[in-house]
């Protein structure tokens, strides 16, 4: 059996969209969430990992770019840029599906959406948080609302038992009113 992962901060996004405090999420070996605990104050605790900042789910969201298998590299490091700017689940057009799978990205789950995005090229993931004018919605689409309209809302977008969707930390934020923008840094926990 694999050991479990115990990961502490200031603030979590509750699966409400509402910021919580002080929350202890303990993951399994498959980082699958098995508890969460949130504490008046922050206290340690025995294999405790704390972290600065602001825990958020991985992200959810739809691919923008115009994508050629003909060119193999270059779309293994677009998958590496979305997989650092947060991306867990990226939902692409039923077309350009079975294409991608052949370049099997390795850290992002790839869904098939019938939503197309009229504009190519958009700030994806964690750049769209900072660059949008409200970034708590952004962050809401971009976790609970976009795992909700690809059907994957059972295992990803949001902080909740049973579910495995990743594990990041926002720091550098307003806070008070949970801002984020450019001053703002993302890390992968899971």
Same mark, same amino acid.
């Given at each position: 059996?694999?050991?479990?992962? #115990?990961?502490?901060?200031?603030?979590?996004?509750?699966?409400?969209?509402?910021?919580?405090?002080?929350? =202890? $999420?303990?993951?399994?070996?498959?980082?699958? $969430?098995? /508890? =969460?605990? *949130?504490?008046?104050?922050?206290?340690? /605790?025995?294999?405790?990992?704390?972290?600065?900042?602001?825990?958020?789910?991985?992200?959810?969201?739809?691919?923008?770019?115009?994508?050629?298998?003909? *060119?193999?590299?270059?779309? #293994?490091?677009?998958?590496?840029?979305?997989?650092?700017?947060?991306?867990?689940?990226?939902?692409?057009?039923?077309?350009?599906?079975?294409?991608?799978?052949?370049?099997?990205? /390795?850290?992002?789950?790839?869904?098939?959406?019938?939503?197309?995005?009229? $504009?190519?090229?958009?700030?994806?993931?964690?750049?769209?948080?900072?660059?949008?004018?409200?970034?708590?919605?952004?962050?809401?689409?971009?976790?609970?609302?976009?795992?909700?309209?690809?059907?994957?809302?059972?295992?990803?977008?949001?902080?909740?038992?049973?579910?495995?969707?990743?594990?990041?930390? =926002?720091?550098?934020?307003?806070?008070?009113?949970?801002?984020?923008?450019?001053?703002?840094?993302?890390?992968?926990?899971?």
């Amino acid at each position: 059996m694999r050991s479990l992962k #115990k990961i502490a901060a200031h603030y979590w996004l509750r699966p409400d969209g509402s910021v919580g405090k002080f929350p =202890i $999420i303990t993951f399994d070996g498959d980082n699958k $969430i098995v /508890e =969460i605990r *949130e504490r008046n104050t922050f206290k340690e /605790e025995a294999s405790l990992l704390l972290v600065n900042g602001f825990l958020v789910p991985g992200l959810v969201d739809y691919n923008t770019a115009t994508l050629s298998l003909d *060119e193999r590299p270059t779309i #293994k490091k677009y998958f590496n840029r979305l997989y650092i700017h947060g991306i867990r689940v990226m939902g692409v057009t039923t077309n350009v599906y079975a294409h991608l799978k052949k370049v099997s990205p /390795e850290n992002i789950l790839l869904v098939q959406a019938d939503v197309t995005c009229g $504009i190519h090229n958009l700030p994806m993931g964690f750049e769209a948080i900072q660059e949008a004018s409200n970034s708590m919605a952004q962050l809401m689409s971009l976790t609970i609302h976009n795992a909700k309209a690809m059907g994957m809302d059972d295992m990803y977008g949001s902080l909740e038992v049973g579910k495995a969707p990743g594990l990041l930390v =926002i720091s550098n934020l307003d806070y008070h009113t949970f801002c984020i923008d450019k001053n703002s840094k993302l890390k992968g926990i899971l």
